[in-house]
């Protein structure tokens, strides 16, 4: 069985170790503070802060952050989502112990220097611009923003140039000394390492902070009223969500939801909506459904892009697939089938161990324990027909929809 070592620091800081025979290691450092977690004059300003974490500490330039690890073939990066910002390095094991400490250092010693700053808010201008000019990702942020109006989900990560223009570093320093704080952090680590050695590693590269804790508490998003809206984008295909609000993290229908999202429209050729959409009526070259949980809520979706006469007929067709998947219980084989594939798309995704590295260490800050693959693969082949349809039933009962024409 499949075993993960797990520890805390005395700063609250928690711990995962998997051993493995590999000569690659990789770390990675993942706080519970997104964007979800900026007041209203904030917005941006978490994935600024994880920009500027390369952008000098004190005890280095930016230059030398960015070569520190690559420079031996090495790799630091980091990414920012609505409830977590993450910053990971690979190496080699040989390294590991200058990746575990230029991690601590760009998190606990940025300096956020507004002459690098400025620079760097020209950089996330025109990474917002790239997302406006793709349809695809741009309806995504706006469906989102306006399933979650007036929540803290609802805005987007990457702010707006005017609220980039109103963060400096005192304000970047604000919102990570009132969010990164020790009790909401997990150091996740993999490679040939020994559980006693990584122990020690952590405590010399992030056991000496001081203890911190949260102060505040995230919001539930209220109730909303589905909508069905067209924008009018000048694009050259329409392009079209259809989603709702779903199960939050630590909710058991979360696993028979994620078992449906894939039956419906997961990456596989043979998912519902790719058979009846692309392949028997040769309507779209896209179209997926997709599954995020946050917190205490979630968002499911289905996206298609299509020729702009085809569009009603793709939502026609998704609406029968939904409806049939709400009146019919899955027979014993289409179950048995579904569950196969689900838990074989799991098992080849975590042969990166990447992914995987970063997987348990969000789930350990989510729920506070990680289950080895053998334990999600029986809950996974526990799950029954009638949970399908319940879930079904409850999260796709009054969809909104967006499309962009």
Same mark, same amino acid.
């Given at each position: 069985?499949?075993?993960?070592?797990?520890?805390?620091?005395?700063?609250?800081?928690?711990?995962?170790?998997?051993?493995?025979?590999?000569?690659?290691?990789?770390? !990675?450092?993942?706080?519970?503070?997104?964007?979800?977690?900026?007041?209203?004059?904030?917005?941006?300003? !978490?994935?600024?802060?994880?920009?500027?974490?390369?952008?000098?500490?004190?005890?280095?330039?930016?230059?030398?952050?960015?070569?520190?690890?690559?420079?031996?073939?090495?790799?630091?990066?980091?990414?920012?989502?609505?409830?977590?910002?993450?910053?990971?390095?690979?190496?080699?094991?040989?390294?590991?112990?200058?990746?575990?400490?230029?991690?601590?250092?760009?998190?606990?010693?940025?300096?956020?220097?507004?002459?690098?700053?400025?620079?760097?808010?020209?950089?996330?201008?025109?990474?917002?611009?790239?997302?406006?000019?793709?349809?695809?990702?741009?309806?995504?942020?706006?469906?989102?923003?306006?399933?979650?109006?007036?929540?803290?989900?609802?805005?987007?990560?990457?702010?707006?140039?005017?609220?980039?223009?109103?963060?400096?570093?005192?304000?970047?320093?604000?919102?990570?000394?009132?969010?990164?704080?020790?009790?909401?952090?997990?150091?996740?680590?993999?490679?040939?390492?020994?559980?006693?050695?990584?122990?020690?590693?952590?405590?010399?590269?992030?056991?000496?902070?001081?203890?911190?804790?949260?102060?505040?508490?995230?919001?539930?998003?209220?109730?909303?009223?589905?909508?069905?809206?067209?924008?009018?984008?000048?694009?050259?295909? !329409?392009?079209?969500?259809?989603?709702?609000?779903?199960?939050?993290?630590?909710?058991?229908?979360?696993?028979?939801?994620?078992?449906?999202?894939?039956?419906?429209?997961?990456?596989?050729?043979?998912?519902?909506?790719?058979?009846?959409?692309?392949?028997?009526?040769?309507?779209?070259?896209?179209?997926?459904?997709?599954?995020?949980?946050?917190?205490?809520?979630?968002?499911?979706?289905?996206?298609?892009?299509?020729?702009?006469?085809?569009?009603?007929?793709?939502?026609?067709?998704?609406?029968?697939?939904?409806?049939?998947?709400?009146?019919?219980?899955?027979?014993?084989?289409?179950?048995?089938?579904?569950?196969?594939?689900?838990? !074989?798309?799991?098992?080849?995704?975590?042969?990166?161990?990447?992914?995987?590295?970063?997987?348990?260490?969000?789930?350990?800050?989510?729920?506070?324990?990680?289950?080895?693959?053998?334990?999600?693969?029986?809950?996974?082949?526990?799950?029954?027909?009638?949970?399908?349809?319940?879930?079904?039933?409850?999260?796709?009962?009054?969809?909104?929809?967006?499309?962009?024409?």
């Amino acid at each position: 069985m499949e075993e993960f070592y797990t520890y805390r620091l005395s700063n609250g800081i928690r711990g995962i170790h998997r051993r493995t025979k590999s000569g690659v290691a990789r770390c !990675a450092l993942a706080i519970n503070a997104g964007s979800r977690d900026e007041l209203a004059s904030e917005h941006g300003i !978490a994935h600024f802060a994880e920009h500027g974490f390369f952008k000098g500490t004190e005890h280095r330039k930016a230059h030398q952050v960015n070569c520190r690890l690559e420079n031996r073939g090495g790799e630091l990066n980091a990414y920012t989502t609505k409830e977590d910002t993450t910053i990971h390095a690979t190496v080699l094991r040989e390294d590991f112990r200058k990746a575990a400490e230029l991690i601590s250092d760009v998190v606990f010693h940025s300096t956020f220097p507004d002459n690098e700053l400025n620079k760097e808010r020209e950089v996330i201008l025109d990474e917002i611009n790239t997302y406006r000019d793709s349809p695809m990702d741009n309806i995504y942020d706006t469906f989102e923003d306006m399933l979650f109006e007036g929540s803290e989900l609802g805005h987007n990560i990457l702010g707006t140039p005017r609220d980039l223009r109103r963060i400096d570093s005192r304000a970047i320093h604000r919102f990570t000394e009132r969010t990164h704080t020790t009790d909401q952090m997990v150091f996740a680590s993999i490679g040939n390492i020994s559980e006693r050695r990584i122990v020690e590693l952590a405590e010399q590269y992030f056991g000496g902070y001081k203890t911190t804790s949260r102060q505040y508490q995230r919001v539930a998003p209220s109730p909303y009223q589905p909508f069905d809206k067209s924008l009018n984008r000048h694009t050259h295909q !329409a392009h079209c969500i259809i989603g709702s609000r779903a199960y939050g993290l630590n909710e058991k229908k979360r696993l028979p939801f994620s078992l449906l999202t894939n039956i419906l429209g997961g990456p596989s050729a043979n998912s519902r909506l790719n058979v009846n959409v692309r392949e028997k009526q040769g309507l779209t070259y896209n179209i997926e459904a997709s599954y995020t949980a946050y917190c205490d809520c979630g968002i499911a979706v289905i996206y298609f892009s299509s020729d702009h006469e085809n569009s009603a007929r793709c939502r026609e067709i998704i609406a029968s697939e939904i409806k049939q998947l709400q009146a019919t219980r899955l027979t014993t084989r289409q179950l048995a089938q579904a569950k196969r594939q689900f838990i !074989a798309q799991m098992a080849i995704s975590t042969e990166g161990s990447e992914n995987y590295m970063l997987g348990v260490g969000k789930s350990l800050l989510a729920h506070g324990e990680v289950d080895t693959l053998e334990e999600v693969y029986r809950k996974i082949d526990a799950v029954s027909a009638s949970e399908i349809l319940e879930t079904a039933n409850e999260v796709w009962a009054a969809p909104s929809a967006l499309l962009y024409r």
